[in-house]
């Protein structure tokens, strides 16, 4: 007869569980969520991407160069769904700043993760979207009409999120940042896309701040 092989136990480090509930109080902020609810998702995403989240045995020390490299097992996993691509993306980012002797690197850590990610697989993309963005500005022009331009080439999510990427990595004169305040607002109330929750676009904070009011109201 043959014996059951029991199931392996998959855990994250018990001192793990500590900074990660910090890491979701600091997120809470940003995403507009309880912290409870931030924890209990990340949780889920580790049960149900948990061959990929356990594959390997925690590292006893951080290294901030694995931390900031991805495999060929990290892009096979974050790639190979577009429609969960952005549960996929935090899996990996919770992955990567799991180890025995910190149990869990927190928010700067997955941040310096993102961060890497962003610049290997998306600057590309949001290069060429900034040197046009740059280029227009020489022009001059009001929002409306820099953003037109770009729309001949890009699609808003793209112009969006390369906006985004230009106020985290510079810091742009008055001028420039009020025109891209103004083309946030297009792209959100005239052009319809969706209510991004990312705390370097000013129409979400109008719209948070505003809804906030509202209530007290």
């Known amino acids: 007869m043959l014996a059951i092989r029991k199931r392996k136990q998959r855990k994250i480090p018990r001192n793990a569980v500590e900074p990660l509930m910090q890491t979701c109080e600091w997120l809470s902020k940003d995403w507009d969520k ?20 356990f594959s390997q045995p925690w590292p006893k020390k951080y290294d901030h160069k694995e931390a ?4 060929d097992e990290d892009d096979d996993f974050i790639l190979k769904s577009e429609e969960d691509f952005a549960d996929r993306y935090t899996t990996m980012c919770l992955k990567k700043n799991m180890c025995l002797n910190e149990g869990f690197m927190g928010y700067f850590g997955m941040f310096w993760t993102q961060k890497a990610f962003d610049e290997e697989f998306f600057g590309p993309l949001y290069k060429e979207v900034l040197e046009t963005f740059n280029s227009l500005l020489q022009e001059g022009g009001n929002a409306r009409n820099v953003l037109d331009k770009l729309k001949e080439r890009f699609s808003i999510n793209r112009i969006h999120d390369s906006l985004i990427d230009l106020l985290e990595h ?4 008055k001028v420039t940042r009020k025109l891209i305040e103004d083309m946030f607002e ?12 990312h705390s370097r676009c ?3 904070w109008r719209q948070k701040y505003s809804s906030q009011t509202n209530h007290k109201e």
């Open 202 to 204: 000013s129409w979400y």
């Open 34 to 53: 309880p912290a409870t609810e931030i924890f209990k998702s990340f949780l889920e995403l580790m049960t149900k991407y948990e061959d990929y989240f």
């Open 186 to 197: 297009l792209l959100h109330t005239v052009e319809g896309l969706a209510s991004c929750g």
């Open 170 to 173: 510079e810091y742009p004169d």
């Open 68 to 71: 900031t490299s991805f495999t």
